[in-house]
């Protein structure tokens, strides 16, 4: 088992930053991706980012290429989701996921844990 805790959402004015933080405990040593998802309201789950835990291997949304970037820090089995830029758009529920598999990391059948989401509202 392993458990997802997102941290670092909140209300951010457009054009602002946000640093987004998702600690891992447990079983991570079963974890090959980790990945940042959003959902909007009324809207179904998107990707956003993911990143290969052994070697750091990063993909991106079209969305969000340029804006946003996602790393690890391998002490705190922590991973972050960094955000510039930020406009309307980007107000959602974000979520953390760990994943056991390695090839449809823009799927959400390809992760097996998720965190209870942190909210970004960002304002016009």
């Known amino acids: 088992q392993v458990q997802l805790v997102e941290s670092g959402g909140g209300l951010v004015q457009a054009g602002g930053s946000l640093r987004l933080s998702c600690a891992a405990s447990?079983?991570?040593?079963?974890?090959?991706?980790m990945g940042w998802f959003r959902q909007a309201p009324g809207k179904g789950r998107e990707f956003v980012a993911h990143?290969?835990?052994?070697?750091?291997?990063?993909g991106y949304a079209d969305s969000v290429k340029g804006r946003f970037t996602i790393s690890r820090d391998d002490a705190k089995n922590t991973v972050y989701l960094g955000m510039n830029s930020l406009n309307a758009d980007d107000t959602a529920v974000y979520y953390c996921?760990?994943?056991?598999?390695?090839?449809?990391?823009?799927?959400?059948?390809?992760?097996?844990?998720w965190g209870q989401g942190t909210k970004v509202t960002v304002s016009s």
């Open positions: 996921a760990a994943g056991r598999g390695f090839i449809a990391t823009k799927q959400v059948s390809e992760y097996d844990y």
């Open positions: 447990g079983r991570t040593r079963s974890i090959n991706i």
């Open positions: 990143i290969y835990w052994r070697g750091g291997t990063t």
